[in-house]
């Protein structure tokens, strides 16, 4: 079955700390890997895509990685701020002939307390 | 548009009314999807359309829902006899990829509540 699963489910954390979300995917055939961001009521928004031969790729202060043999994605965020409390969506890309489908996991809840 | 944009942001419906959501898509975009997203949950694929061929429509969880968009651009999303299960955030997502691919959009989507 195609899934995707994040941990934790939520997390709080200090102002200026970092901080590490992990997806764990099954999705086959894979097209490419992303992460969202979400803000409460409002739809997401894209951080960061990989395809199967990249290893990291670099927005502002998030980092997201990809090992494509252990089918793992991490997605690190430096010196957090208050504006970073959101949901963090891993998404996999299942490729297909007719269209891409997106797989989606159920989000990392993250809270930045002062 | 500069953005995906949908319409009513919030819905309010007694049980056993119908409702119709709507999403304008950026303009030019051929793909469009559909999303239902639960209460502390990812979006679930609902719907697929390329341009005004619906060609993927196996994520719709019953036969009361219902999606259209006949000129290619705006869609439009029908949920008849509404039962409290489908209670959710709609999201609609547009893609200038034909497969859909790349360069997702997502709208704010249309929270709806049934009562």
Known sequence: KNQVEQSPQSLIILEGKNCTLQCNYTVSPFSNLRWYKQDTGRGPVSLTIMTFSENTKSNGRYTATLDADTKQSSLHITASQLSDSASYICVVTRASGGYNKLIFGAGTRLAVHP | ?115
């Open chain 2, 1 to 115: 548009g500069a953005g995906v944009s949908q319409s009513p942001r919030y819905k309010v419906a007694k049980r056993g009314q119908d409702v119709a959501l709507r999403c304008d898509p950026i303009s030019g975009h051929v793909s469009l999807f559909w999303y239902q997203q639960a209460l502390g949950q990812g979006p679930e694929f609902l719907t697929y359309f390329q341009n005004e061929a619906q060609l993927d429509k196996s994520g719709l969880p019953s036969d009361r829902f219902f999606a259209e968009r006949p000129e290619g651009s705006v869609s439009t999303l029908k949920i008849q006899r509404t039962q409290q299960e489908d209670s959710a955030v709609y999201l609609c997502a547009s893609s200038s990829s034909v497969r859909g691919g790349y360069g997702y959009t997502f709208g704010s989507g249309t929270r709806l509540t049934v009562v």
